[in-house]
Each structure stands twice: as C-alpha cells, then as structure tokens.
C-alpha cells in the first residue's frame, strides 16, 4: 500500500511536536518509507490510525447501472479505486488491507458477470504484481481455490511467490471466500489433529483455533469499511471483526477514494476501543 505522492516537505500537524506521536510515525515509516501520516492526515494521532483496514467493497453495479453501462464495468472501475486506495493506505501508515474480492455467494451472479470477474482477477494480479514488489507490498489470498479457472489460481500462486519476502505492508485479497466455510475448516483442521493424537481437546482454545484460520497471523481488522450502505456483514470475517469498528458509508466503491479513505480514519481516531475493559487500547500505541 505504499503511496506514489509526495509529501509536503512541511508538517501542520498538531502532533508535529508529540514525542509519542513523532515515534509512531518513524516506526511506520521505517517499514514503509513513504507513509508520512503527519503530513496527511496531521489531525489524527498516528496512534489512532488502524493497523488493518478490510473492506467490503460494495457498489460496483449500481454504479454502472446509474451511468447506463453493463455491471462490469463498473467492477473495471472498482479496481481503479482500491489503487487509489492502498496508495492512500501507505501513505498514513496503514500495515494491512483485506479487500473482499469476490464470495463464494457471488457464483450465484449471471453467468457473464462471474466470468467477467474472473478475467478482471487475473488481468488485475498480473497487471499490478511488479508495483506489489516495487512497492513492498506482500499479497496473501484467503479462500477456497475450489472452482476456480485454472488460470485465477496460477495468478493467485504468481503474485503470492513474488511478493513472499516483501514487508511494507500486506494486502489480503478475499476471493472464493466465505467466513463460515473458514470456520469449518479450521474446526475440521483441529479435529483432525486431535484424531491423530497430535493434540486432546482441552488443549483446543481460542489462539489455537486463530491460528488454523486463514488469517493465521495477521492481526484482526480494527476498522471495517463497507461501502454503498448496506447494513450487514455478508459472511465476510465473521471470526476477525468480534471487536473491529464498523463504518458503513453510502458512497459506491468506485466513489471511495483517497479523501473518503482519510474520511474513515478521522471517524475512527474518535472512537474510544476498550474491548470489554475500562482502559482505551489504540491499534498503534
């Protein structure tokens, strides 16, 4: 998610002279040299900016259906908008990004619909894999590769092995995802271990089933973003959200860009996260 702008070369930031503030900002820095959060969000403490972001992108259609094109080309335009996006991401310091691509409820959609998405999946991957390593950007896929076109899961393995050692950010992509069928998963992932001898129940807790998940080690959203202003969760990180913050906004995802991203932050800095304790925890303290 590293950001292609410049900074401003100045910072107005109130927290310009915030010991704690300026150390945040150098850690975030130091692992993505182009996040200057300071400089463009300086109304929000770089302590209050959410490690990890996922999104449900929602709108696409709509937004070509107002405009008289077909669906698809508004998904076309959807992706555009997560490159602004992610750029917008790196560039105040935000380590992860999980977008849901594609559901397993969405097979459900017209055929030419489904098949037009998965060509945008693989001309997205393999059009956008040198500005991941460019950039530092790890990409993790989370989903079933079941059903598949042979050549989604080649570009789904491509950008994974290229992208394997970078560290200035991850991007998740959840394609042929489902949080439910994940759930199943990893409760017959422990089932079998028990069954082998490898483990008893009593040892099964709940760090142990987070770790047979998909998302094994990446650390759960702190803001949930859903675009378009539908008020549900559709089977989307049902596990990983139990404490994420949730903004629901009516702009259509090819609408959601840099400002509305900035927007969403600002919403969440204000929010006051105590996951049942009295003591407010904030994601990058």
Not at 56 to 72: C, E, T
Not at 110 to 136: S, T
């Amino acid at each position: 998610m590293a950001g292609t702008a410049a900074g401003t070369g100045t910072t107005t930031s109130v927290f310009a002279n915030d010991p704690v503030a300026r150390e945040i900002a150098a850690r975030m820095r130091a692992r993505n040299p182009k996040a200057i959060p300071l400089e463009y969000i300086p109304d929000v403490h770089p302590g209050k900016i959410p490690r990890h972001i996922a999104f449900i992108m929602d709108g696409n259609g709509r937004w070509a259906k107002s405009r008289g094109f077909p669906r698809i080309f508004g998904h076309y335009n959807g992706a555009r908008a997560v490159r602004e996006v992610l750029t917008a991401c790196g560039d105040i310091g935000v380590e992860y990004v999980t977008l849901y691509s594609f559901s397993m409820e969405n097979w459900k959609r017209p055929e030419d619909e489904v098949r037009g998405l998965m060509e945008l999946c693989v001309k997205y991957l393999g059009g956008e894999r040198e500005e991941f390593c460019r950039e530092g950007i790890r990409v993790r896929i989370l989903g079933s590769r079941e059903g598949l076109p042979a050549e989604v899961c080649r570009a789904m393995d491509e950008v994974e092995a290229a992208t394997a050692n970078c560290r200035a950010a991850t991007l998740c992509l959840a394609i042929n995802y489902g949080s439910r069928a994940e759930i199943v998963g990893a409760a017959r992932a422990l089932a079998a271990r028990v069954q082998r001898g490898e483990i008893t129940p009593g040892q099964i807790d709940e760090s142990m089933f987070e770790g047979s998940l998909l998302t094994a080690g990446i650390p759960d959203p702190d803001l949930l973003v859903r675009t378009a202003g539908e008020m549900r969760i559709s089977n989307y990180l049902l596990w990983q959200i139990s404490y994420s913050e949730l903004l629901v906004t009516d702009k259509l995802w090819p609408d959601f860009g840099r400002e509305a991203l900035f927007d969403a932050v600002r919403a969440f800095s204000r929010r006051s996260r105590r996951f049942g304790g009295l003591e407010e925890v904030a994601p990058n303290a």
